[in-house]
């Protein structure tokens, strides 16, 4: 079994900054891409941005320039630092990790999400 824990949203001005974390825990071999997406209010789901295993990075429009998504594979943990943060970027925000487990099978996960308001 694979878990993921989200941490770090919470509410925030305008121009400000947060930063999300999500870590995997349980038989894992190796994991793949990590990660992060958004759900507005009657929206769907939205890519925010993707990290390879090699470290390769994609960003959504919206988000470029200030949003950095990183990872740690020591520790099995992807984060989302997001500057400058505007009032649409308010949504739930999901991790999602491409997992190998010991057992040899391979998957997704998704973390359980994490509110981020951005409002003054």
């Known amino acids: 079994q694979v878990q993921l824990v989200e941490s770090g949203g919470g509410v925030v001005q305008p121009g400000g900054s947060l930063r999300l974390s999500c870590a995997a825990s349980?038989?894992?071999?190796?994991?793949?891409?990590m990660g992060w997406y958004r759900q507005a209010p009657g929206k769907q789901r939205e890519l925010v941005a993707i990290i390879s295993s090699g470290g390769s990075t994609t960003y959504a429009n919206s988000v470029k320039g200030r949003f950095t998504i990183s990872r740690d594979n020591a520790n099995n943990t992807v984060y989302l630092q997001m500057n400058s943060l505007k009032p649409e970027d308010t949504a739930v925000y999901y991790c999602?990790?491409?997992?190998?487990?010991?057992?040899?099978?391979?998957?997704?996960?998704w973390g359980q999400g994490t509110q981020v308001t951005v409002s003054s």
């Open positions: 349980g038989s894992i071999f190796s994991i793949n891409a």
């Open positions: 999602n990790q491409h997992i190998l487990m010991l057992s040899g099978m391979s998957s997704a996960y």
